[in-house]
């Protein structure tokens, strides 16, 4: 049976040691997220809503919106939302421009906690921080190939990088923004972009 699994698979098979890589690299990321979880009782989802909403605009900040980012039901970011509203780290306001939607909003103590758990990947940023810029461009622009190509299949949840941003587009071979009216080096594509239009 082949399966990216098998040791056997991978000796002769570079796709099987690809996937099988990502999902050992994937298992590092859950490990340490689950550790905030013995530091803050948060569970991961928790973490992850708190360390978005520190870090994102207001449009994207409902359950539904939320729902869609971390491809879950909209009844799991409730739940979510629900426990950590109890915690007293999120709150929810209604829209001023749009009175039947409610934007959700961190206390003051949910900003503290979403700095501070925020950091549980900095193993990894260590790692990275040692290697050579051109491997960490060649492995960035391998990795946003994989995410339009996992979005596209309707597997991951929408992007809002500069490949499928409406600014972008393919100048004289090399990346080009029109919001920016700029050339883009690889090392410079964002794959979570503020000014992104679909």
């Known amino acids: 049976m082949s ?10 098979n570079l ?11 994937s298992q ?18 928790q973490s992850q809503i708190l360390i978005f909403m520190l870090f994102h605009e207001d449009k994207l900040l409902s359950i539904s919106g939320l729902a869609v980012e971390f491809s879950v ?3 799991t970011i409730s739940d979510a939302f629900k426990t950590l509203e109890k915690k007293g780290l999120v709150r929810k306001e209604k829209d001023v421009v749009d009175k039947r939607r409610q934007i959700l909003k ?48 309707q597997l991951l949840a929408p992007l809002r990088m500069c490949i499928t941003c409406h600014y972008y587009e393919k100048k004289d071979g090399k990346s080009y923004c029109n919001l ?9 594509l964002r794959i979570d972009c503020p000014e992104y239009e679909p």
């Open 28 to 45: 590092i990321y859950r490990s340490l997220l689950w550790q905030t979880q013995v530091e803050t009782g948060l569970s991961p989802i």
């Open 106 to 153: 961190l206390t003051k103590e949910g900003i503290a906690l979403a700095e501070q758990i925020q950091s549980y990947t900095q193993p990894l940023d260590d790692i990275l921080k040692a290697f050579p810029v051109e491997k960490k461009v060649t492995l960035l622009t391998t990795l946003i190939d994989i995410m339009k190509a996992l979005n596209d299949k």
């Open 73 to 75: 039901t909209k009844a």
């Open 15 to 25: 796709d099987a040691k690809l996937v099988y890589a990502l999902e050992r690299v």
């Open 3 to 12: 399966s990216a699994f098998n040791p056997k698979e991978q000796v002769t």
């Open 180 to 188: 920016l009216n700029a050339h883009l080096k690889d090392e410079e």
